[in-house]
C-alpha cells in the first residue's frame, strides 16, 4: 500500500484528486452496492468525533435524541405537496417483506419529517408539552444517479433534529440558533468557516416556509452546503393534524423547524483541508492526534518501545490521543509516509540516538506552501508543549480557511458578464444585489452553472449595500452570493 | 398524564405489564407503520448509555468502528447455504427506486455477514492485514409476524461485531472473548446476569459453526437471549472468496466471528429489575440518578431552586447524572409518581423547612419487597454518601437478580414428566442431561414449549453431572438447560 503512486495533484484534477484521497488514506471504499459506500474506521472515528462534539451542543441547547422507523408508508410523504414533490424522484421503496407483497408500499426514509410529526400529534395536547426538542441520528436513502463518497451517496448517515414550538417566533428564533450552533461547530472544530444565510425560494428544503443553510467554500472554490436549518411554519402540522392547547384554552397548530447535517462533513474537511501529499485533519477531530513512530534498530527493541509507551502514558493524561506504530514489518519511512496521508497533526520518532540525549523528533504536518516542519525538541518539552502545538495547529487551519474563503469572495459586481467571467476562471463567491426574481436565478444559473447560494447574514454582507439586480433590469432588494455548488 | 390507573400487576398478567410499562414510562411508543416502535428520550437514553459502555469495552479489546451499507444484493445473502434459509423468509425488499423497478432488488440488511465478507476479501491480502476486527452500529430489518417493544420488532437497533483471522483457534478464543464481555456488561451494568453457553445445532445462528449466548432470566421465569457471540468457522470466506497469503506464502481461508446485542436489551432490563410501580433502573444505565423536587410554597421560589441548583451542582461535579423536576404546573405528589414510575434509583425533596434545618428528604426507588425508604438526611450527608449509595443500589439489584435466577433454577431432573411440570407451573431454568439427539429438543418443545437455551460453561453445571439423558432412552454427554424463552 505505501508504494502506491502519488495523488493526482489538485491544480491538475481536483476531482481525481478527491476520489484518490478519500481512498488511499482510507476514509471509505466503494461498496458492491450501487451508490453506496463503505465507511472505513478512519473516516468513521472522524464522523463519531463530529457526531460527540455535536450531539454535546444539542443537549446544551435542551434536545434529547429519540429514535422513529425506518420505513415510511408513502401515504405519509404524500400529505406535504411541496415535500412528495422534492423527495418522491428519490424514493427507495419496499413492496415485497416476509415473503408477501405489502399492501401498503414503504418508502425508506428520506428525511423523517412526516413519521415524526405523525408521533408529534399524539405526544402533544397542551402549551404545557410545548417546545418539543428531539434529535435523531440515523441513515437515510435518496436514490441519486451520480454519487461520490461522502458528498452525495444513496444511502448517508446524519442527524436531523425536529421541533414543535407554540408560536413562529420562537419558531423561527429556533431555526436560527440551529443554524448558529451548525457554524459554531464548523467554525471551532472543522476549521471550515462557511457564510451562513437564508435560501431562495427556489433552492429551499421541500416542505419548508424558509431555509438556511452554511455555505462553505472548497478549495476549487466551490460551494459546499453543509448544513441546514429550516422553518417549517405550520406546513406539516396542518398535514398531521399537531395541534394544542394555548394557555388562554383555543386549539392551534403547533409551528415547526428541523435541521441536520450529514457525513456530507467528512468529505467538506477533505476538501478544505487535504492537499497534494494526502489529508490534513484538524486536531479536534482527527482519530490520532500524534502518532508516536520508535525508530526499530539492532536487537533490542525493549527500551525504545519502553519510552514510547511512556511518552503515550504522559500526552494521553493530557486528553490526547495518541498512537505508536510499532509495525515491524514496515520501514519508518513508509509510516511517515502513511501517516501525513492519513492527516495525523503530529508525529513524533524516537530512536537509541534521541533516547541517550533526551530529544525527540517531533514533525508537524504540513500546512500549505510551508516547508517540512521537522525538529529536535528536549523531551520535556514536547510533552509540555504539545497541547500548545495542537491549539496552534487547529488555529492556523481555520485562519488560513478564512483567508482563502476573502480571498476568493467578489464584491461590488453589478454586471453578469463579469460574474460570468469569475464564476469561470478563478470560481468563488460572487456577491451581487438581486431583486428577489426567480428569472435571474435561471439565467444565471444557464449562463454559469452557478446557483444562488444565499442570502448571506448581516456579517457577511458589503460594506456598500449593492442597489442594482445583477439582472440588470431592476433595483436591488438584497445582497446575495453566487457560486457553483457541490 | 400523572392520573392514568395503575398496571396490571407482574403475577395477574406479566405480558400486559410489560406492555403497559414500556408505553407509561414512556420508554417506546407504537408506530403507525406495521412492526416498528418509536424509542423515546428515555429509552433512548438508556440505549445511548447502554451503547457508550459497550463502546468503550469494543474498543479495550482492540475493535474499530465501521459503516457498511444497508441494502444488500440478495444474491450475497443467497451465497451461505444455511444463512440464506435462516433470513430470507423475514427480508424487506426494495423493488423500485428513484422512479424505476430495480434490476436486480435490494434487501434491507437483516444482518451483514455478507457485505462485510465481501468488503473484507477486497482488504485483507496477507497474514499482516489480520486480525481485523470491526464493528458496527447500525438498524437492521427482520419481518417479524408478532411484534413488542423492544422484544421483537421489525426494526430494531443493534451493533454487530465482525472479524476475520488467521487461525481457527484465535477465532474461536474472539468468540469467547466477546461472549465474556457482553456477560460482563450485563452484570457490571445491567445488573442483569446471565448464564452463558454454547447452542445446539438446532438453535445456532444461520451460517455458524458453533454459536455462544447470554441466557438472562426474566422475572416471569423465562430466558431472554440477550446476546450472541458466533465462531464461523470458513463458511463465509468460502463463499467470500475471503483468503490470505500466510507467513509461510501459501494462501487460506480467513477464519470469522459475528456477535450482537440489540435494543432487546432495554426490554430486558424492564422485565429483570421493573416492579408494579413502575421501571427500576440500574444507577449505571439510568438517564437520571437522582431528581430533585423542589417543594414550592409560597410566593418566593427562589432560594428553594437556587439551593437544588447548588445540590445539582455539587452532585454533578461528582459524575452523577441529576435532574431538577422544577415544573410550576404539576405536584410534588404527581413528580414522585411518574419518577417512580420511570424508575429513577434516587429522588431528592428539598423544601423551605428542610433548608431551614439544613436537611433534604432522600427516598430510595423501593426494591423488591421493601418497604418505602424516605429518611432525612443532612444535606451535607447527601452529598457525601450519594456515590456510595448509588454504588450500593446498584449491587443489590445485581444480588437479588442472581438470588431470583438460582432461586428458579433446577437440577438433578431426570424425569421428563418433572421437567414438564416445573415448565408449566413455575418456570424456569431446568438444568438436564442431553444425549446430543435433536429429537429430545422436538420432544420437549411440543410437550412444553421450552427449548433448549445453552450447554452452559463450566461454572454454571451442577455438581452432579447428569448421567442420563433427559430424553430417557440414552446415556447424558453433557448437561443442558431447558427453559421458555422469548
Redesign the interface.
Known sequence: MAKEKNLTPRSEDFSSWYNELVLRSELA?Y???RG??????WG??I??NMQRALDDMFKATGH??????????IS?IEKEKEHVEGF????????????KELED??A?RPTSET?IM??YA??IQSY?DLPLL?NQW??V?R???RTRPFLRT??F?WQEGHTAHASSGEAEEHTKLMLNVYRTFMEDWMAMPPVTGLKSDSEKFAGAVRSYSCEAMMQDNRALQSGTSHFLGQNFSKQFQLTFQTEKGNEEYAWNTSWGVSTRLVGGLVMTHGDDQGLVLPPKLSPVQVVIVPILKGEDHGPVLEKADAIKDALTAKGIRVKIDARD?MSPGNKYYEWERKGVPFRMEIGPKDMATGQVVLAKRMLFGEDSRKEFVPETEALATMENRLDEFQAQLLEAAKRRREDNSYRGIENLDELAEIIDTSGGYVFTGWSGDPAVEDIIKEKTKATLRCIPEEEFQSEKTPTRCIGGEKDSTMEVVWARAY
Request: glycine share 4%.
Open positions: 471504499d461498496s458492491p452496492v453506496s459506500m463503505v465507511i472505513r474506521p468513521y472515528t464522523w463519531e434529547e435524541n429519540a429514535y422513529f422507523p425506518l420505513l415510511i408508508p405519509f418522491k424522484p428519490e424514493l427507495a421503496i419496499v413492496t415485497n417483506a416476509g415473503g408500499p414503504l425508506i413519521i405523525a408521533m399524539k405526544w404545557r428531539l440515523s441513515n436513502v436514490w441519486e444517479l444513496s444511502e448517515l514489518f
